[in-house]
């Protein structure tokens, strides 16, 4: 895995804009890589103290990933997540309050506590759902892509995947459609080398997930993704394109997950100390944030009073979520059909 | 209540009429499928002669509407209909057209997991008006029929599979003037819904259709034949096999009423209750296999709700526990006919053999 | 028992007009059957020794065994001999003997409507004999019951019943018939006097052309088929959600037998030739009467006339016919003071009754269908016209 990502050469990298992103935006990206791993942190000590927050699958260690793509999209763009989604919610805007609440599963979750962890969606914010289903979200993407074209909004659609997800046929089938309709679609691969315990290595027969997107006759990136303006500035040529009407692009981050696959994986099954230890040290918030105080642009004390609003935003998004009312048992029979059937019902 | 014109329609031009007239009402609406073009709707043969599905159902829109809302897509079943979940999310209304209902299980994610689901799971804050159309049932039997002799894998009528997950609605017409009011009702859900359109009737039915657009409502059933003393509840092509056992029937004195399902989820149990409280007696006929299916569904919802109101026990006339068979003579016994129908009548009556 | 035409299921057995034993020939009336329409005789089928089996008051469903007629040296088969002589087991109906299954001691078997029937009328199942497939007690086994015996335990102490009359035939059939109508029809009546001066006149006019009055009854089925033909909107049913216009005027008159009320049809009375109507109406009260009619004289009626002047009766409530949307009840017609032009004088009258559905149409179209009539009674060109 290590080795892969460090032999990852620019040359690689083609046609990428040079464009340095403004004070505002590092400091966006900063604001929301923070966020992530405080939320994604505070929910690993809840889970661990017993708080029945349901399945959960932490996004600690990506969160570049996250970021860095949606540092390049506006509010409008539409996103497709995965099972492990908390960080793309983070990323496009979704209020960590609501989300924490829906985790606890109350009636003022972004899903009324009818979704959890793994249906985390606000439309609004144009996130349009976490889903588990392996690959499904990419196709859904390539359908909000489609909706975008026809309807001529300028918008385009980012469908996030795991490197595991790049072995499902639905992944495949809509690559070939967001190619051959011209889509304005990004597919944003993010291998970070494990399909649960599965090793990449394995399950791939060739070296990068990128390599695919010429079968697709789209470009094919492979970035590090655990460097966010690596990862912005291939979203940002990917979404110049997706624009243009030129059609889709496949740009896959090289990362690593911290944690298991979910909240009760044991890692050491599969992954041995060396190698968790040596992702760890790129680790992609560090690395960030001294490079933004190396540059002088940025002083200490501003970051550090950053990191200290982030953690009262989780402070207040526990609260929030536990004094949130439950669904009423009625609940249970709302919003089955999104138009009620003339006929009497149950 | 219908003021213009009435002619006569089959059922797939009925369901032509009925996408052609939505479209034109509202642009958002787009129809994607293998071959809803047909010929990828190439633009030197003037976009013309397009094959239109399997019913032909989609023929000419592409001449209308262009490329852009009528999509041929490759054969990615999985892909294109998450495509239509996806677009139904985000401000448009697709119609997919899943060639024969065989194929879902190329896409059951996208039906079972995602567009049943969204609306549930994202606590109500997406409509995903999306209609999955798709063609499905035997030939009975019958040579002629187009489709016909198509085996196990292209011939079956699954109804039972879609219509145990809740959230979606799913029609099932029988003429060619519900088969318009239907499709037009299932355009204008802000949900999914699927329909189901028989191939047999597809290219056979013919009927009356009024020019102007009009629902039929999803959800209700309806009784088309009135009758005294048996309730025969069909589905699709089976309400008219119910129907010709229902004259047989009459003439040897047993009047029977006939209720057309025509929703098959959310079922009307109102109507075949209210149905079964005046006849007493239910034969339920279905082309689908029993084991867990509508037929046995509805004989257990009568069982339940109407029991004190039956004066015999409910009977079910389906096809067989097997594969759908390919040779015509042994599909014909596969496929329920009104002699089977009459036959279970009979033994509500213990009269005949 | 053979069919009584496409709409009949089952007829109660009311009479058997041979004793069992005797000799009858083919043709000859064995049986007497009421159904909900009418009473039939039943001929016999072939020659031979009738030996009956259904017990009186049992309905019968059409091709049930209601008896056999035997061939010289046959006799009766095996498994029936021992059903109607059993005391306690009430046979209801006995169903042909190929497939006659009774059930097995202990396996008592009835469905669901039969036992909330029975329970209801406090009815012991064990006492009941099934009907239905393999023995099983159906609806109409118990419905037979409650027919025959009347509600048990009904009458109260206070009460001593001089003759207890079994609710059977077309008494049941009817009584059961007025109450659905009550129960669903919005029934509303309007009543108006008429002057029935110009009839009284036609009437003797017509009785020298044709040799005999015509009864009162011809009269007002003409008038009343004409009258609908102008102002259809009653001569209609309710169909499900739909009220449905008939194409048709056939008008009933009610004949009153001793047991009920039979309505024989007069079809297409309103195009119909008076004389064809005067014949019809006589052919049919006949065949009423004597207890003959066919099946085809008592369906098809889209409206009714009732008349009760001939008893003496000034006015009164007609009720619905079956789904029928109205009916003209007529009262008696006598000399009464009538003012005509601040005169007083005197003139033949009769109050006229139309009850009708409110469901299917209001009480302006009704009252106008009232003027209608009362029109035509005053129409000396129309009167004259009949022939």
Not at chain 1, 20 to 35: F, G, Q, S
Not at chain 2, 8 to 29: H, V, Y
Not at chain 3, 87 to 106: D, I, L
Request: glycine residues 10%.
């Amino acid at each position: 895995m290590q080795s892969k990502t460090e032999s990852n050469s620019p040359s690689r990298i083609a046609g990428l804009t040079q464009a340095v992103p403004a004070r505002e935006k590092l400091l966006w990206m900063y604001e929301h890589l923070t966020l992530i791993r405080e939320f994604e942190e505070r929910l690993k000590w809840l889970v661990e103290t017993g708080v029945p927050v349901g399945a959960v699958h932490y996004y600690t260690g990506q969160e570049a990933c996250a970021v860095g793509v949606c540092a390049a999209l506006e509010p409008s763009d539409w996103i497709a997540s995965t099972h492990r989604g908390h960080g793309h919610c983070i990323a496009k805007g979704v209020e960590v309050h609501r989300m924490m609440a829906e985790l606890y599963g109350k009636s003022t979750g972004t899903n009324r506590g009818k979704g959890g962890s793994m249906h985390i969606t606000d439309i609004h914010a144009g996130m349009l759902g976490v889903n588990p289903i392996v690959g499904m979200g990419v196709t859904h993407a390539v359908g909000a892509a489609l909706s975008a074209k026809v309807r001529r909004t300028r918008q385009v659609a980012a469908a996030f995947f795991g490197e595991g997800a790049a072995s499902i046929g639905a992944v495949h089938e809509a690559m070939n459609l967001a190619a051959i309709w011209k889509l304005p679609v990004l597919f944003v691969c993010e291998n970070n080398g494990y399909a649960q315990s599965t090793p990449v290595e394995y399950a791939l027969a060739t070296p990068h997930i990128a390599d695919r997107a010429a079968a697709y006759g789209m470009p094919g990136l492979t970035v590090d993704g655990q460097d966010i303006i690596a990862v912005w500035e291939a979203t940002v040529a990917a979404v110049e394109r997706a624009r243009k009407g030129q059609g889709p692009s496949l740009i896959e981050c090289m990362t690593y997950r911290y944690h298991g696959h979910h909240q009760g994986d044991d890692t050491h099954r599969y992954r041995t100390r060396e190698e968790e230890e040596a992702a760890r040290g790129r680790d992609c918030i560090r690395r960030f944030r001294e490079q933004l105080l190396e540059k002088g642009a940025f002083d200490q004390e501003e970051l550090d009073a950053m990191d200290a609003g982030n953690r009262k935003k989780i402070d207040d998004a526990v609260a929030f979520a536990e004094a949130s009312p439950l669904p009423q048992p009625a609940d249970l029979f709302t919003d089955v059909y999104v138009t009620e059937p003339e006929g009497e019902r149950e | 209540m219908i003021t213009a014109g009435v002619r006569e329609l089959s059922f797939g031009q009925a369901i032509n009429e009925a996408i052609r007239q939505e479209m034109r009402r509202d642009p958002t609406i787009v129809v994607m499928g293998e071959d809803v073009a047909g010929g990828a709707g190439r633009a030197h043969l003037g976009f013309v002669d397009a094959w239109g599905g399997p019913l032909r159902a989609t023929r000419g829109l592409i001449t209308e509407f262009g490329p852009e809302r009528v999509l041929d897509t490759p054969i990615a079943e999985m892909g294109f209909l998450g495509a239509g979940v996806g677009a139904a999310m985000s401000g448009l209304r697709p119609i997919v057209e899943i060639m024969f209902v065989d194929l879902i299980g190329c896409c059951y994610d996208q039906i079972m997991n995602q567009a049943a689901k969204m609306h549930y799971m994202m606590g109500g804050q997406v409509d995903l008006p999306l209609v999955i159309r798709t063609a499905y049932g035997t030939r009975g039997g019958d040579n002629r029929t187009y489709g016909g002799g198509a085996g196990a894998q292209h011939s079956q009528t699954l109804y039972a599979v879609l219509a145990h997950i809740p959230g979606l609605k799913v029609v099932v017409p029988s003429t060619a003037y519900n088969a318009k009011g239907l499709t037009i009702s299932a355009i204008r859900d802000n949900g999914p819904v699927i329909v189901l359109e028989h191939k047999f009737l597809g290219l056979r039915a013919k009927g009356p259709v009024p020019e102007d657009a009009y629902t039929v409502p999803i959800g209700r059933a309806q009784i088309v034949r009135k009758g005294r003393d048996v309730t025969l509840c069909g589905i699709g092509r089976m309400t008219h096999i119910c129907s010709e056992a229902a004259d047989s029937l009459l003439s040897e004195g047993i009047d029977a009423e006939v209720v057309d399902v025509l929703t098959i989820s959310p079922l009307d149990e109102d109507t075949i209750l209210e149905s079964v409280s005046r006849t007493r007696r239910l034969v339920v006929v279905d082309e689908d296999t029993p084991t867990a299916s509508m037929a046995r569904d509805i004989a257990a919802r009568v069982a339940d709700k109407g029991f004190d109101d039956l004066d015999a026990p409910i009977k079910t006339v389906t096809a067989p526990d097997t594969p759908v068979p390919f040779a015509a003579v042994l599909e014909a016994h596969y496929t329920p006919g009104a002699a089977q129908v009459i036959s279970a009548v009979h033994s509500l009556f213990g009269t005949g053999a | 028992m053979p069919s009584m035409g496409m709409y009949t299921e089952e007829g109660v057995l009311t009479a058997w007009l041979r004793t069992a034993g005797s000799r009858v020939t083919v043709g000859e009336p064995v049986a007497e059957i009421t159904t909900e329409k009418a009473t039939f005789e039943i001929p016999a089928p072939e020659e031979g020794t009738l030996h009956p089996v259904a017990a009186l008051g049992t309905t019968l469903r059409v091709e049930s065994l209601m008896g056999y007629i035997l061939q010289d040296g046959e006799t009766v088969p095996a498994s029936i001999n021992v059903t109607p002589a059993s005391e306690s087991r009430v046979p209801a109906h006995v169903s042909s003997a190929s497939n006659q299954t009774f059930p097995a001691v202990g396996s008592l078997r009835a469905t669901p409507v039969a036992k909330r029937m029975a329970a209801q009328h406090h009815i012991d199942l064990k006492q009941v004999m099934g009907s239905g497939p393999g023995g099983r007690i159906v609806e109409a086994d118990i419905q037979a019951l409650i027919a025959k015996r009347g509600p048990i335990g009904q009458t109260s102490a206070d009460h001593k019943a001089a003759e207890r009359l079994p609710m059977t035939g077309l008494r049941r059939s009817l009584a059961e018939r007025l109450r659905n109508t009550l129960a669903t029809a919005a029934s509303t009546t309007l009543t108006r006097e008429a002057s029935a001066d110009f009839l009284v006149v036609a009437r003797q006019r017509l009785a020298e052309k044709l040799g005999q009055a015509p009864t009162y009854d011809t009269l007002f089925i003409k008038l009343f088929a004409a009258a609908l033909r102008e102002r259809p909107e009653l001569n209609a049913i309710i169909e499900g959600d739909s009220i449905v216009r008939l194409a048709e005027i056939n008008v009933g008159f009610a004949v009153a037998v001793p047991n009920g009320l039979i309505v024989p049809v007069v079809r297409n009375a309103d195009s119909a030739p008076f004389g064809k109507i005067v014949e019809t109406v006589r052919n049919l009260t006949d065949r009423v009467l004597a207890g003959r009619l066919q099946p085809a004289d008592v369906e098809g009626g889209t409206a009714t006339i009732s008349n009760l002047g001939c008893h003496g009766v000034d006015a009164f409530t007609p009720i619905l016919n079956g789904s029928q949307s109205v009916i003209l009840g007529i009262g008696r017609i006598v000399q009464r003071p009538v003012v005509h032009n601040a005169e007083l004088t005197i003139g033949h009258t009769c109050v006229l009754s139309l009850t009708f559905d409110h469901r299917v149409a209001d009480g302006t179209p009704a009252a106008l269908l009232l003027d209608a009539v009362v029109r035509r009674m005053n129409d000396e060109q129309f009167l004259a016209s009949l022939d």
